[in-house]
T-cell receptor
Framework: GQNIDQPTEMTATEGAIVQINCTYQ??????LFWYQQHAGEAPTFLSY????GLEEKGRFSSFLSRSKGYSYLLLKELQMKDSASYLC????????FGAGTRLFVKA | DTGVSQNPRHKITKRGQNVTFRCDPI?????LYWYRQTLGQGPEFLTY????????KSRLLSDRFSAERPKGSFSTLEIQRTEQGDSAMYLC??????????????FGPGTRLLVL
């Protein structure tokens, strides 16, 4: 079957580092996406991993292990504006989205 | 602005009425997706097009839902005989499909539907 699992909620402190994990099962896997979604807004693209390893893009990094069906999104130097839902999506014959992890950043 | 646009942004309708939403994708993109999202959930796939061809439709989608992309550019999603359970955000996304590589989807702002 096809499935995406990620934690429902996380809380972290401004300036800290947080890691959001995602496990996936999908048919014809061809990449793992992370999107950010603020309340009431559309998802916006953050990162794409197709090979194993870490991709760094500013304060955000994303990791993929295809053999384990596992990815994580790492957010450094957290800011209040990072409070949002983070959606993990596995690309394949069809892209499957997880339910999202709501991140609360507190002062 | 060359991003994905959707109209209307908000729609309130009475149960039993028909509604139609429009999506204008990024012009060079060949794929267009429709999703439905309810509170606390991720986007749920409804259907997608490659150019003007509708390649897949979710089995969760009843026959009250229909989508078209007549010239391979804009798309419309119609819901007939709306029900209160249809209340949700309807998201459109477009992408450039590069074959066997994953494609980044760019989302429009969504149409929020409320069925009374």
């Amino acid at each position: 079957g096809q499935n995406i699992d990620q934690p429902t909620e996380m809380t972290a402190t401004e300036g800290a580092i947080v890691q959001i994990n995602c496990t996936y099962q999908t048919s014809g896997f061809n990449g793992l996406f992370w999107y950010q979604q603020h309340a009431g807004e559309a998802p916006t693209f953050l990162s794409y991993n197709v090979l194993d390893g870490l991709e760094e893009k500013g304060r955000f990094s994303s990791f993929l292990s295809r053999s384990k069906g596992y990815s994580y999104l790492l957010l450094k130097e957290l800011q209040m504006k990072d409070s949002a839902s983070y959606l993990c999506a596995a690309g394949g014959f069809k892209t499957i989205f997880g339910a999202g992890t709501r991140l609360f950043v507190k002062a | 602005d060359t991003g994905v646009s959707q109209n209307p942004r908000h729609k309130i309708t009475k149960r039993g009425q028909n509604v139609t939403f429009r999506c204008d994708p990024i012009s060079e993109h060949n794929r267009l997706y429709w999703y439905r999202q309810t509170l606390g959930q991720g986007p749920e796939f409804l259907t997608y097009f490659q150019n003007e061809a509708q390649l897949e439709k979710s089995r969760l989608l009843s026959d009250r839902f229909s989508a078209e992309r007549p010239k391979g550019s804009f798309s419309t999603l119609e819901i007939q005989r709306t029900e209160q359970g249809d209340s949700a955000m309807y998201l459109c996304a477009s992408s450039w499909n590069r074959g066997d590589l994953g494609e980044t989807q760019y989302f429009g702002p969504g149409t929020r539907l409320l069925v009374l």
